[in-house]
């Protein structure tokens, strides 16, 4: 199922499918590591940015980027 | 014998311990400025061992090497221009794959590359296993374990760096395989112009297919770059087909060298970030332990402020005594005029220390990164995020630590802003002027009389950073993409270190305004009377008073914001001084000569104004330049004028006055 980032729930799991953003913004996630294709867990929603974890790294992203990536969430049972 | 120099540089992302290697490697053999024309700190060390010099440079952590931020254009310009002998790029072990990113790109421009893992701890935390033979092998370059924080793998590192340098090889930069690119990458190449400014041309090939407005530039400069536009094209994926390929070729090399449990674990770090980043709890706990820091640091400093002043008062006497034979008014100037900037300088000593170790140690222990994070949404309403917030917080006692703080925020257009805004931020001694005045004006109101001062001084943050953003600096605002580090326990020796490179370099670096400026206001008020009414002082606030008119001012309120600018608690001393009085008797003539309209539009005035001594010349050591102070003089003066004269010119219809 894809949904935006900002809406997954805590804990689930997924791939990353695209981002959308200036050239700059694009590059500097990268840089992060969350690039299209990546596996990335949500840990932490607040009333702002959100906790997710790429490539063994947590991240904070401000809402205004977490609205603008789509992931991929693996159906069924939650792992761990 | 000569001893050979070994030319080092330390790169890596931020987050990794690399300050925590650089502090133990060069100890107090160190000095920090800034890079030249920037405004980001070059850090440099030397090391002795044997017959070699190891002249360490710390280059700014950063996650790449593309043009967009200060620290990256330094590090890459670094390592380009300035050439090292070998390059140290530490990562954390614990998440190698991305920490390996910065390496790779690393590879690209040098040949003597030797890796640092470190924070071994706490990759056997989490159950990883790294093998370090095999990865040295597949990667072509020395590994070397460390954990840092406890002083191991250091020493390890030192003969490493000397091995190499002795072996001396000089290989060509490694050549990453970009797949489908590769094409482009080739024909961009031979496009370009023959001097590339020190650049590799496959380098430069690469980041213009990035999109990399530096390299871009200068290319276009040096010759018909309709070529190269044509063969990049329009394709907005290759920024990300390139960082796939460095990725690949990454899980390619830890394929076989990175072993992970099946089922992670859950770390210290995670049961920690439960309570520390918690929707709900999270914002509580964070104001907890920082409202626990700012009492602590300004109770100690309150604490501290009598010996420190005995202290003060007692080197004074001591030099006095040292300097008997100076003539009369040098002895007066020396003593009167020098000393009072430079026991302003001082008296900001135990500030400095209690707070930066404080600051320190959250940095170091990673709880920083939440503080950002929760605080982030309230943050949006000034439009900044998160990481604003503790320069914000820290100026509510002094600006000048907020001030200092500022440097944690990566754009530098968000530092500039909150430079600017940040000293309409009441700190401790402008309230306790505004307190006499509203206990003298206004007994029974006082408190909401505060209250509203801290209102209207929050109300100018505000619009000042909508005012700044849009019309001044014309960014959007940017949004948080932040790593938070595992927590860690903090090193001692690279606190004090730290503590006392921030001390050092506001000693140097301000201090030399604090007392030039102050020497100029005691000249300016003891000459040519050293009667302060007679003085320049009075007759440049006579000068200025029908400007202050229409606020409401006489002349002896002007003169108290006039030396307020020395230190913000001058301003009661100076009244008392023209006044002649003190005490209840300054009261009753405070009564008698101000109206309560005036004595509002002042209270107002006197906690917009320019900031301290202390706070200007603090701006002028983080922008490094003039021309931003003089805007932020400026500035607040203009924006305390006029809040002050519409609050005032309301205050007197209602008051009829």
Redesign the interface.
Known sequence: MVKILYEMNKGEKGKVLSIKGG??R????????I????EIIL???????V?VR????????????AQNILVEVENGEK?? | MEKKKIKVALSGNPNVGKSTVFNLLTGLRQHTGNWPGKTVERKEGIYIKDDYILEITDLPGTYSLTSRSLEEIIARDFIIKEKPDIVVVIADASSLERNLYLLVQILELHSQVILALNMLDLLSEKKYKINFKKLEEKLGIPVVPMIASKGMGIEELVNKIIEVFKEGQKSLPRKIDYGDLEEIIEKIEKNLPENLNGYNSRFVAIKLLEGDEIVKNFCKEKINYYEIKELIGKREDTAILLANSRYNWIKNILIDTLEKPRTPVITFSDRLDYWFTHPIFGLPVSFIILGLIFWITYTLNNLLADPWENFLGFLQSFLKGLLFFLPNFLKEFIFSGIWEGVSILLTFIPLIIIFFFFLALLEDTGYLARVAFVTDRMMHILGLHGKAFLPLMMSYGCNVPGIMTVRTLEEEKDRKLLTLIDPFIPCVPRILVSAFFASVFFPKYASLVLLSLYIISFLAVFISGKIIRRFLLKTSFSPLIMELPLYKFPNLKVLGLYVWEKLKAFLQRAGTVIVFLSAILWILGNFPSNNIEKSFLASIGKFFLPLLKPLGFNWQLLLGLITGFVAKEASLSTLSTVYQASGENLKNILLSEITLPTAYSFMVFQILYIPCVATVATIYKETNSKKWVLFSVIYSLVFAYFVSFIIYSLLRIIFHD
């Open positions: 050239g700059g694009i590059l500097r996630l990268a840089e992060l590591g690039v299209p294709g990546e840990i932490q929603k607040s009333f702002g940015p906790i790429v490539k063994d790294t947590n991240l904070a992203l401000g809402r205004g980027i792992e761990n």
